[in-house]
């Protein structure tokens, strides 16, 4: 990975790039991750690290993953597909998007209120949005990137609310 930007700012001595197997490699329950670190760092961690912080199961399925890149990059590929229909679909419906190179779509409502609306209409059908006001965002939702059914589902969902709530 060295040459990637990321990975080189570690060499600067101040950065630290943590990466986790949670989402696109499917082992969020292993609590399995890695870390890049500087030297110095790396050192002083080393003389507070639990030496039995990770369990050898989720070790064995860390590896396995780190192995099967393809699987990774194939996930990853069509979680960014996804992503962006999903958020071009928000567009159409006039709510505001900013880009993500994440997994999830940032969904901006028009107010506070209106996304706390939302947020409960969602919630009615059994679907849950992350909140974003503890993060100064009350006016907006999150949306992790699920099955192609599940974000066709929210699509319906907020379509049906944003009609109820328009006034004609």
């Not at 990637?4 to 399995?32: I, P």
């Not at 994440?102 to 949005?129: C, H, K, Q, W």
Request: hydrophobic content about 45%; glycine content about 8%; charged content about 25%.
């Amino acid at each position: 990975m060295p040459g990637e930007a990321m990975f080189d700012l570690v060499g600067r001595g101040d950065t630290v790039v943590l990466r986790t197997f949670s989402k696109v490699y499917g082992l969020a329950g292993m609590r399995a991750g890695w870390g890049l670190f500087p030297p110095k760092i790396a050192a002083t961690l080393r003389k507070v690290l639990n030496p039995n912080n990770i369990s050898a199961p989720a070790q064995a399925a860390a590896a396995a993953a780190m192995r099967d890149q393809p699987y990774m990059r194939q996930v990853r590929d069509e979680t960014v597909a996804r992503r962006d229909r999903f958020a071009g679909a928000m567009r159409q419906l006039g709510l505001t998007v900013p880009d993500s190179h994440t997994n999830f779509a940032l969904l901006r409502f028009a107010s506070d209120r209106a996304a706390r609306d939302a947020d409960r209409a969602v919630r009615a059908e059994g679907i849950l949005l992350r909140s974003m006001g503890g993060y100064g965002l009350a006016d907006c939702l999150r949306a992790t990137i699920g099955s192609e059914d599940d974000m066709q589902r929210v699509r319906d969902i907020l379509a049906a609310w944003i009609e109820r709530e328009t006034p004609a």
